[in-house]
């Protein structure tokens, strides 16, 4: 594509000045996603405001030959929103509007720009809220949720945003826009609204979102428990789920993340434990006192050592500001992380989390470790110094080798931060060459030119599972910025 001025006033034509960003310092702000190893810079940064304007684009670049990636808020930690083979960045953070309430019928229509925890705030006076809770609800936007197909801490019992998805308005890659699924809770047709969300925009740009709306619960206790090591405190975990109860929530924090949570918050965290465990449960307010009684038992016969139950509402409160805190913390102390995903069997957790302290260490480095532990998905953190390229690189190998132990215990590469560019190498070591083929056909029958962003999730693709951009040097600089709002006519009809 030869990105002449005449191409941006295109592309002005449809969206207005302020929806278009070319200037170098503009795109600079957007070459990467939360994953900051993986850096590209695009080539013009849109920013549509209605389902009408993001049709218009595709239509525009599949016939410029563009590749296009689309972003929200620019939260993901896997590279998946980074535009690494330049062309256009969708940024729909202006599409930020709820298009229509139903609190009867406990669903919601809204643009893939509205911030998650905005919902909840939104849905609240009547006695609802959208249950998948990100940490980076108070920032990430549910198209990035659907897209990734996010989970969180309160996903053990609630489920992950698939589970709360009935159906989705998307554009396609020549500008067709269809809808799938709708506000029936269960359609008849093939469930490819299921099929789009973690494809994280390798089929189609999510334009109108349809989620389905929960009651919050009557009464919610919150338990932190402490013990003297780790692998006790997993093993609880897999007690309490053997005893027929199921928690909202079970996190784990181990000593490190502690430290460093403490250190910024001040929260009066047991530093001499190795682990807390946080538990939630919530439901009719009758029938907590006996589960956190049995939770309370339970957890003491496998080690708890400090059993503590928030009061009120502000200290269930600081509970989670801590859990929910320990990205940030780390990222405070001036020392730089590797953020791994990866997923285990229950029962296979205290294994792996032996695995991450025992890989980190035999290559000098040191990690610290946040479980969701009710569905075992690890989030370890490789620390190592940012200035030295050889420790950089160990702490990447170390990274994989996590990844590799999560596989041969039964489990994968990734819970909830999907596959973007960080992963896609190793997807071979998850699937077979028939499943990867299988999922090749299904991204050639969305996207045939490949051009929705291209070189992620799906191996196969010209320059798709060759290494990282981290392992080798990058092929430019890159950057942009962004938001959202909306406008437009709403149809919950296909259109063409």
Known sequence: MDWTPGAFGELRALLGDDGVLDSEAARFAYEADALTLERGTPDVVVRPRSTDEVAALLRWAHANGVAVTARGAGTGLAGGATPHRGGMLLVTSRMDQVLALDPERRFAWVQPGLVNARLSELTAPHGLHFAPDPSSQ????????????????????????????????????????????????????????????????????????????????????????????????????????????????????????????????HLGLPLDAAAVLLIEVDGPAVSLPAQVGRITAITREHGARGVRVASDAAERAALWRGRKSSFGAYGRTGRAFYLMDGTVPRSRLAEAVASVYALAEARGLSA??????????????????????????????????????????????????????????MMSEVYAPADLETMGRLRRAFDPGGLMNPG?????????????????????????????????????????
Request: net charge negative; with cysteine.
């Open 138 to 265: 108070p920032v990430s936007t549910i198209g990035g949720n659907v897209a990734a197909n996010a989970g969180g801490p309160h996903c053990l019992k609630h489920g992950v945003t698939a589970n709360h998805l009935l159906g989705l308005v998307v554009a396609l890659y020549d500008g067709g826009v269809v809808t799938l699924g709708g506000e029936a809770p269960d359609s008849p047709e093939a469930d490819l609204a299921s099929v789009v969300a973690g494809s994280e925009g390798t089929l189609g740009v999510l334009c109108e979102i349809c989620v389905r709306l929960v009651p919050r619960p009557e009464a919610v206790h919150t338990m932190s428990l402490d013990f003297a090591v780790v692998e006790d405190a997993c093993r609880a975990v897999s007690a309490v789920i053997a005893a027929g109860i199921v928690p909202a929530a079970m996190e784990l924090m181990d000593r490190r993340t502690m430290e460093v949570v403490e250190a910024w918050l």
């Open 456 to 496: 992620k999730v799906w191996p196969g693709e010209a320059g798709a599972g060759a290494p990282p951009a981290h392992t080798r040097p990058p092929a430019r600089p890159g950057g942009a910025e962004a938001r959202h709002d909306q406008e437009g006519p709403w149809n919950r009809g296909s259109r063409t």
């Open 368 to 425: 610290g470790t946040l479980i969701h532990a009710g569905d075992g998905n690890l989030h370890p953190h490789i620390l190592f110094d940012a200035d030295d390229e050889a420790q950089r690189q160990v702490a990447l190998e170390v990274s994989q080798e996590i990844l590799r132990a999560c596989i041969r215990l039964g489990g994968t590469i990734s819970g909830e931060h999907g596959i973007g560019l960080e992963k896609i190498p």
